[in-house]
């Protein structure tokens, strides 16, 4: 008797080997993106370049090379990547201390490497360096996880540490909050002990404040955040002129390409702030479609997640765990800094911000996980022909 997880096994000759709901997902995430791309960023680009549609053709080029890095990743045994974990970390550290020498620096943040075509944002490569890395760190190390502090838990957190220490210095603690998400969401589902993940929350707790005490510009962030109409043309700017766009879009919106905030009012409304547009153009009910179109695709992580795990394939499970992870985590700062739930921080909206770098490791990621939820089916088939032939036999 088949469990309702695996009834779709019945008919092997009938088996699909990728999760299609999942692709259709991230086709539609990446449409929404490139719609919302060039609506958005038609007053900049008219601006800075005279061609309304500069960067809309752009991200229609990086779509197309993100499409391609897919179809090259999803080829990717999991074993190799798990061979590659450590040098691809290494790597991305690499890269975290050349950006500070020969980095690109945009309003007073040094994270970009020029490379002609596009700027790479090494704290991109590095959330997916860290999680794949811990990925096979957990499956390596499981015992010690739930049994070793130093091994186990003290090991991969001075890893974050490290990586962390390099990311603020250019200074980046948006991505540093989310790979520390990661981070503690990985250890946690790997059984790590309770005391030890609440001494971690209370740790990060307090390294983050103390952080945002440190920096006179986080302090006034969160001032900003607290009472955006006590400055709404110095530190409150970004976030009142978001709140009107969403005001603006009331329950349907404005329409399509009819925003006033996109017009030199709002500002990167194409890259943090596009969340804001789509609420001001598509209303409510655009919103609400964008926000179940990510979720859906988180969701969809975490089942492929589960299934790994109860398949013992835990190297794949965690990695789609931790997906699972840094896709709601990244999704819920961006909308909640552009609704005014959260203090303004500059992290894009998964598959749908401008942004080569970025685009290219969400397509990356994505990619990464239908390879998991490929491998987890051609497991779960193999076992229930296995079984077949065992039943087989024994009734002969």
């Not at 045994?77 to 061979?83: A, D, G, H, I, V």
């Not at 690109?104 to 360096?129: C, D, M, Y």
């Not at 203090?343 to 990621?365: E, R, V």
């Not at 239908?370 to 024994?394: F, T």
Request: hydrophobic share 55%.
């Amino acid at each position: 008797m088949l469990s309702g997880s695996t009834a779709w096994l019945a008919q092997p000759d009938e088996v699909c080997w990728y999760d299609r709901q999942l692709v259709w997902l991230i086709f539609a995430l990446l449409l929404v993106g490139l719609v919302a791309v060039t609506t958005a960023s038609e007053p900049v680009a008219t601006r800075l370049t005279g061609q309304p549609l500069y960067f809309a053709i752009r991200h229609g080029i990086f779509l197309v090379g993100s499409l391609i890095i897919g179809s090259v990743v999803v080829q990717i045994p999991l074993s190799r990547w798990m061979q590659i974990s450590g040098p691809f970390l290494l790597v991305s550290l690499i890269l975290l201390v050349a950006v500070l020498f020969v980095g690109h620096t945009v309003n007073g943040a040094q994270r970009w490497i020029p490379l002609g075509v596009f700027n790479l944002q090494p704290a991109e490569l590095a959330k997916l360096s860290l999680l794949v890395f811990l990925s096979g760190y957990l499956v390596r190390r499981q015992e010690d996880v739930r049994s070793n502090f130093y091994s186990g838990f003290f090991k991969p957190m001075s890893v974050l540490a490290m990586m962390g220490a390099l990311l603020l210095l250019q200074p980046d603690f948006g991505s540093f909050v989310v790979m520390l998400i990661i981070t503690i969401g990985m250890l946690f589902l790997a059984g790590a002990k309770l005391w030890q993940f609440i001494v971690l929350v209370m740790a990060a707790g307090v390294a983050v404040a103390g952080m945002i005490m440190a920096a006179p510009y986080r302090l006034k962030r969160l001032a900003s955040f607290m009472d955006p109409w006590a400055d709404p043309f110095g530190s409150g700017y970004q976030l009142t002129q978001s709140l009107m766009a969403f005001g603006r879009g009331d329950w349907f919106g404005q329409g399509l390409g009819n925003s006033i905030q996109k017009l030199e009012y709002l500002p990167e409304a194409h890259t943090d702030f596009v969340f804001s547009v789509i609420a001001e153009e598509l209303g409510l009910f655009g919103v609400t479609l964008v926000l179940l179109l990510l979720f859906g695709l988180v969701f969809k992580a975490l089942a492929i997640g589960r299934r790994c795990v109860e398949s013992q394939q835990l190297f794949g499970g965690y990695i789609a765990y931790g997906l699972s992870f840094w896709f709601a985590f990244q999704t819920l700062v961006n909308a909640g800094a552009a609704s005014g739930l959260l203090p303004t921080k500059g992290l894009t909206l998964p598959l749908i911000s401008y942004g080569g770098a970025s685009l290219f490791i969400m397509a990356t990621a994505v990619a990464l996980l239908i390879r998991v939820d490929h491998e987890q089916r051609i497991a779960a088939v193999s076992m229930l022909h296995q079984e077949h032939s065992e039943n087989d036999n024994e009734s002969e």
